[in-house]
C-alpha cells in the first residue's frame, strides 16, 4: 500500500510537471514531435516509478515512414503510459471526451493535438472522426481503444464501429495491438498497483483499401479476431 501511496504522489507530480510543460512546448511545436516526446517523458517516468518493465514484440512490422491507426485492447489504466512509452512513432490519441476534463491532464491532451470523442453525442463524434481523418492525411498516426473503455472482467469486450469507419475513409492500415499483463498491475476498480512486466505485442498492417462503410463489420471482426486469438494465446501460457 505504501508503494501504491508512492506512485499515486508521483502521478499527480508528474502530470502537473509534464502536462504544464507539454502546454508550453505546445506553443511553439507545430509539428507535435515535441509535445509528443514530453508525453513520452510523463509516460516513462510513472513506469520507472511503478517498476513496470515493458517488452515490445513485432515492433519491426511499422515502418517509421507510414500512417496507421493503432488499435489496441484497453485493459487498465496503466495501458496509457505503457503504449507512450512504448510506440517508438508520434501518433495522436482519439480518446473519451471525460477525460478531457481532468485539469492540466485534459488541458495538455489538447495542446498535444489528441481528439476527444464523445459517444453520447453522434454529431459530435462524427466531427471528431473527421478531425482525425485531416491528422492522418496529413501523414500522423492515430490510435484508437476499439472497446472505447476498459474490459470490465478482464476478456476483450465489443469493439465500437467509429474507429473503422476512420480507416475505411482514410485508407490508411490498421494495426491490431496486444497488451499483456496490465490488468495483473492495476486492475478496473481498485486503487492497489503492483509491479510487474507488461508484454506489447505489435501484429503486422491490416490493409483496409478493400473495405468500404458497408463491410465495416467484416474489417472489425477480423482485427477482433487477431487480438482476441494473440491475447487469450498469451493469458493460457
Not at 504522489?9 to 507535435?32: D, Q, R
Not at 481528439?115 to 466531427?127: C, M
Amino acid at each position: 500500500m505504501i508503494q501504491t501511496i508512492f506512485i499515486i504522489l508521483w502521478t499527480v507530480f508528474a502530470t502537473a510537471f509534464f502536462g504544464t510543460l507539454t502546454i508550453i512546448v505546445a506553443c511553439f511545436n507545430y509539428k507535435g514531435d515535441l509535445t509528443h516526446g514530453v508525453t513520452r517523458l510523463w509516460a516513462k517516468s510513472i513506469l520507472f516509478a511503478s517498476r513496470i518493465k515493458v517488452t515490445i514484440k513485432g515492433i519491426s512490422n511499422l515502418d517509421p515512414a507510414s500512417s496507421y491507426i493503432y488499435m489496441p485492447n484497453h485493459q487498465s489504466l496503466y495501458d496509457i503510459p505503457v503504449l507512450l512509452a512504448a510506440l517508438p512513432f508520434q501518433f495522436r490519441w482519439l480518446a473519451k471526451v471525460e477525460l478531457f476534463k481532468i485539469p492540466i491532464f485534459g488541458q495538455a491532451m489538447r495542446r498535444a493535438g489528441y481528439i476527444s470523442i464523445d459517444r453520447s453525442n453522434r454529431k459530435s463524434a462524427f466531427q471528431s472522426l473527421k478531425k482525425a481523418a485531416k491528422i492522418i492525411r496529413n501523414g500522423v498516426s492515430v490510435l484508437i481503444f476499439p472497446e472505447g473503455t476498459r474490459s470490465k472482467d478482464g476478456n476483450i469486450s465489443s469493439f465500437k464501429k467509429g474507429g473503422f469507419v476512420l480507416a475505411i475513409d482514410s485508407g490508411v492500415p490498421i494495426i491490431p495491438v496486444i497488451i499483456h499483463g496490465t490488468r495483473d498491475i492495476m486492475p478496473t476498480k481498485q486503487m492497489l498497483i503492483r509491479p510487474g512486466n507488461v508484454i506489447l505485442e505489435i501484429k503486422k498492417p491490416l490493409e483496409t483499401s478493400a473495405y468500404t462503410r458497408k463491410t465495416k463489420d467484416d474489417l472489425m471482426k477480423k482485427v477482433r479476431h487477431i487480438i482476441c486469438e494473440s491475447f487469450e494465446k498469451q493469458k493460457n501460457q
